[in-house]
Every structure is written in structure tokens, then in C-alpha cells.
């Protein structure tokens, strides 16, 4: 009798591997780029060492969990910006796609799944955006971080919806653990428009952040965005806006709006132009408010798995500030495997 039991638990111990081994499909991906980067003007840090790299190498896997599938990701990374990663991740997310009930997420750190976060930036490039490198260094769309962050999208029909909230704090914070102090919970939705049944090549959408803080005398923060994009054959054209308030009145608020155009000169080349123009609130009845302007040329050249690519930027008044400017160029050889 017991080796008979011993011969069923073995079988079913068989079986649920087997199972297991079926039911997920592991796959390991992998880039790796070599930059050679310059940087000038008078609200730029000098160039040092002109030469970087980095490697990543994204570790996922999916399998159906009953009720939806079910994806895992995980990425490492060993470029400059990983010696600030504590938790040793670029980016840690799980998501559940349920079908027609949507898809649920937890980004854990860097995917930036859902909410303004995810759509910060589409306007059209051929590699970077618009404001890398150079002035203020962001679109100032900014979202529910990456910092154990809920999230949830779907569609119906030509309309989709992005949410997501978060508690800020810190991020990837271990199961059972409180992920530190908070300051606030921010709450995001982005609502976008499939417009090919108008216009085919139209898209765009709008949103909202706002953090709501901890302390009763602290207002609450604000972003406001919007966007649309239209494809006609090789030629992309966008435009962005947003307005951001920190809840004081005539201080720290923005208005942004930005503009691009890429052209596919082939399969593989493509080369795209950007701008985009930041108006800074200053305190003050006699303060006179600045605007930010930021010009951008990229090309890309892809062959294979290989791809060369290039960014030429520069901002006036850069971060607010009048008279300073800044100059950024970057070449990229990337490789994936």
C-alpha cells in the first residue's frame, strides 16, 4: 500500500510539473548600445567622458491563470542609471489580461504601464524625444510613478481608457512589506480615440493627474493633457499639450505645448523635426513669465538587428531661466538580440 502511494503522489507530482511547464511559455530578450554623447551651452554640464554603454536583458513569461492570462516581466539593467535601482531592477511589472473585462496591472518599478506616465510623450520620432538631453529634460506630463502602482485599461470600440493610482512611497516593495512613508496618493485616467473611422491614420486622447496630499494645508497637484497624431503614408505629423499646476497660485505652474513631424525615408531610415515650447509662471506682481524652447533633428538607420541612431537638440531659456541655453548630441549603435 505504500508503494502504492508513493507511485501516485510521484505520478501526480509529474503531472502538475508537466502542467506547469505547458502552461507557461518563458522567453529572455536582450539589447545592448553603445553611446557617444556631447553636451553644451550655458545651462548644460560640460562634456566628460564622451563613451557609454549599457545591457538589459528582460526575462518574461505568460500562461493563462483561469480568469485571464497572466504576464511577468523583469529586466536588468547595467547602464549608469542601475547603481540607483536598489531593488536591482529597471523595470518589475505583472499584468492580467482578462479579454473583454480589460487588462489589470501592478507595475512594481519602471513600466509605466497605465495612466499619464504611459502617455507622456507619442509624438512622432525617429528616435528620441523632443526634450532629451536639453532644458528641463521632460515632457512634464508626469503620472502615477512607477512606485507599486495599480493599473487598469480596456477599450469599447473606438474608445479606450488608462487608469492608474499609486501611494508613492518607495518602489518595489517586497510582499507583506509598507513600501515607507507617504506624502500623498496620486490618481490618473487618460481617455483615447481611435479615429481611423473618420480620418484613417487619426489618433488621440486626454488625461489627468492629481496628487492629493497628506497634509491638510497642501493643495493638491495637477497635470492636464492632451494629444493627437494623423499618419498619411510615410509622413507622421503630432501635437501635444499640457498644463501643470502645483495648486499656489501664480507659482511653479506650466504650460507646454509641443509639435513633430517624421518622415520613413525607407524601411529602414527615417528622420524626424520637434519642438517644444514650456511658459514658466513666475511669482510676483512684477515678475514677466519665460518660455522654454527646445529644437530637435533625430535619424534612425535600422539593418537587421543593428540600428544607428542620432539626436541634435538645443533649448533657449533653458528650465525657466532667460539667457541660459543648453546643446545636446547623442549617437546610439544599438544591437538586439
Known amino acids: 500500500m505504500n508503494n502504492l502511494k508513493k507511485i501516485g503522489l510521484s505520478a501526480l507530482a509529474g503531472s502538475l510539473v508537466a502542467f506547469s511547464a505547458n502552461a507557461v511559455e518563458m522567453s529572455v530578450s536582450g539589447v545592448a548600445e553603445v553611446t557617444y554623447t556631447t553636451n553644451g551651452g550655458k545651462g548644460s554640464t560640460s562634456t566628460g567622458n564622451p563613451w557609454g554603454s549599457n545591457t538589459s536583458l528582460s526575462f518574461s513569461g505568460s500562461g493563462d491563470v483561469g480568469f485571464g492570462t497572466a504576464t511577468i516581466v523583469r529586466t536588468l539593467n547595467d547602464g549608469a542609471n542601475h547603481a540607483t535601482h536598489a531593488d536591482n531592477f529597471v523595470s518589475a511589472y505583472q499584468t492580467v489580461d482578462m479579454g473583454s473585462l480589460g487588462t489589470l496591472s501592478f507595475d512594481s518599478a519602471g513600466g509605466g504601464l497605465e495612466g499619464v506616465t504611459a502617455y507622456d510623450d507619442l509624438l512622432p520620432t525617429a528616435y528620441e524625444e523632443v526634450w532629451n538631453g536639453v532644458g528641463s529634460g521632460t515632457s512634464y506630463n508626469a ?45 490618473d485616467f487618460v481617455i483615447t480615440l481611435d479615429g481611423s473611422a473618420l480620418i484613417d491614420g487619426l489618433s488621440g486622447g486626454f488625461g489627468n493627474s492629481t496628487v492629493s496630499y497628506t497634509a491638510a494645508a497642501s493643495d493638491d497637484d495637477t497635470v492636464d493633457m492632451g494629444y493627437i497624431n494623423y499618419t498619411t503614408g510615410p509622413v507622421s505629423i503630432g501635437y501635444r499639450m499640457s498644463s501643470i499646476q502645483s495648486g499656489t497660485a501664480s507659482a511653479a505652474g506650466k504650460e507646454v505645448e509641443a509639435y513633430s513631424i517624421a518622415f520613413n525615408v525607407n524601411d529602414n531610415m527615417s528622420i524626424s523635426v520637434a519642438t517644444q515650447d514650456v511658459e514658466f509662471d513666475k511669482a510676483g506682481a512684477a515678475a514677466v513669465n519665460v518660455t522654454e524652447t527646445i529644437d530637435a533633428i533625430n535619424a534612425s538607420y535600422t539593418m537587421g538587428a543593428a540600428s544607428v541612431r542620432a539626436t541634435m537638440s538645443e533649448a533657449s531659456d533653458d528650465a525657466g531661466a532667460a539667457g541660459s541655453d543648453d546643446e545636446h548630441m547623442e549617437l546610439s549603435l544599438v544591437l538586439s538580440f
Not at 159 to 176: F, N, V
Open 143 to 187: 503620472g502615477a510613478a512607477s512606485n507599486d502602482t495599480l493599473g487598469y485599461s480596456n477599450s469599447f470600440g473606438a474608445l479606450g481608457i488608462s487608469l492608474a493610482t499609486t501611494k508613492g512611497g518607495a518602489r518595489a516593495s517586497s510582499d507583506g512589506g509598507n513600501g515607507g512613508a507617504i506624502t500623498g496618493t496620486t490618481k
